[in-house]
């Protein structure tokens, strides 16, 4: 099922909007302000926004901005203008596409659709996933930082590359669990925090003061997507031998 996430104060067209995509067979969060959009963002696995361009908190383009910056997910803009103006500085600010209103059930649900379809064609075509030096290719299996190549068991990759497909989202455990072990997770099991240890070795991540994994306590896992890029101490201290650390689960 497909999380959506409306931002909309408009608290009658919200409803509808909710209970139409709800009867879609859409799980549908809700949240009326601007500035409350990337918190949800970073606590839930969200596969789509419904952004309004009016809120109070921050405007639609400033919030699009600043999904930008920490994820690719598709975004698309609800307008009360059919304006060359709003379309424009919308596609720009990082847009997928937009929806004038009053709002047509059945054209909103075409274009969600559209937006998740192109969303999933290309993820089974593009199975390289690159941040910065770092690039995943899930089709060979195949890791490389500072063009060196980092040798995981299959878990580790799995692992790895779950995170980074969720870059900039805290992924709780019930997730992970459910996605590489197709089960829920037993409030036990801590073997994806020993992952999460080995990987932070390999990548030289100050376990202290971790840059590129965060574990946001009480909430999960957290791929950092923008501290991948040159660092002359990562550099130099990444060791071959660290890069053949296997885990042995």
Known sequence: ?????LVEDDISLANWVCEYLSEQNFHVIHVERGDRVLPKIKENIIDLVLLDVMLPGLNGIEVCRLIRQHCQVPIIMLTARADEFDEVIGLEAGANDYVIKPVRPRALLARINRQLSTLQQESSTNNILTFGELTINQEAKRVTYFEQEIELSSSLFAFLTFLAEQAGRVVDRDSVFRALKKRDYD?????????????????NDDPQKPKKFKTVWGKGYLFVSDAWGKDNRLDNQLKNTASRTQDKN
Do not use: A, C, H, P
């Open 1 to 5: 099922m497909n999380t959506i996430l």
């Open 187 to 203: 409030g036990q099991d801590r073997r994806f925090d020993v992952m999460l240890s080995t990987l932070r070795k390999i990548f």
